[in-house]
Each structure stands twice: as C-alpha cells, then as structure tokens.
Nanobody, 121 residues
Framework: QVQLVESGGGLVQAGGSLRLSCAAS????????MGWYRQAPGDQRELVST???????NSADSVKGRFTISRDNNKNTVYLQMNSLKPEDTAVYYC???????????????WGQGTQVTVSS
C-alpha cells in the first residue's frame, strides 16, 4: 500500500526555520508531482508548494522567498525548507503526491497524515 510519511514539524519562534520532509513508499511505479499543502484551524486546505519530477515548482505567493521546495527522486522524498516563519504559517502541513501505483496503473492523488507547524510571536 502506498503511503506518505511526513516529519520535521514542531514549534518555532517567529523568524525561525523548520525543514519538513516527506517520503513516499509502497508499490510505486512513477511519481509525477510531490509537494505540500497546509490547513489552519477553521480554514480550508491551501497550496504551499509543489515540485514535479523534472524540477518545475509552483508556490503560493505568501511563501515565495521564504520557503524552498526540493526533492530527491531516487528516494521518493520531498523537502520543504521554511525560513523567516511567521505566525500566519501556523497550520497542519500535509504532504501530497500524484503518482502511479504498480496496480492499478493509473494516476492517483495521495496525502500524508499531516505534521503540525506552530509559529509563536
């Protein structure tokens, strides 16, 4: 069974940094896109940043210049380096992947369980 496992969340003061990681495992044939979404209490889940297997990125305007997404295709792992964190960044961060399992051989969306990021003032 395919699964995404996040790590690296925690509590940090405003202006600090955190590095999130997410590893995809299981019967995976190919990964097209991996990335991060976040959801604050009482809010909808929103895009943070994504990256394709070829390196194309897409990020929310609110994090550009502060967050950097990267990946290791050989390890099926995506990272999110978060710098200059703000209280508004506080949310549960969810790893996302669009990938093709071995069976069935179709593109599907997968989500991790989420990791809490809390930024204090």
């Amino acid at each position: 069974q395919v699964q995404l496992v996040e790590s690296g969340g925690g509590l940090v003061q405003a202006g600090g940094s955190l590095r999130l990681s997410c590893a995809a495992s299981g019967g995976i044939l190919s990964i097209r896109t991996m990335g991060w979404y976040r959801q604050a209490p009482g809010d909808q889940r929103e895009l943070v940043s994504t990256i394709t297997s070829s390196g194309d990125t897409n990020s929310a305007d609110s994090v550009k210049g502060r967050f950097t997404i990267s990946r290791d295709n050989n390890k099926n792992t995506v990272y999110l380096q978060m710098n200059s964190l703000k209280p508004e960044d506080t949310a549960v961060y969810y790893c996302y992947a669009r990938l093709m399992p071995i069976r069935p051989s179709v593109w599907r969306d997968y989500w991790g369980q989420g990791t809490q990021v809390t930024v204090s003032s």
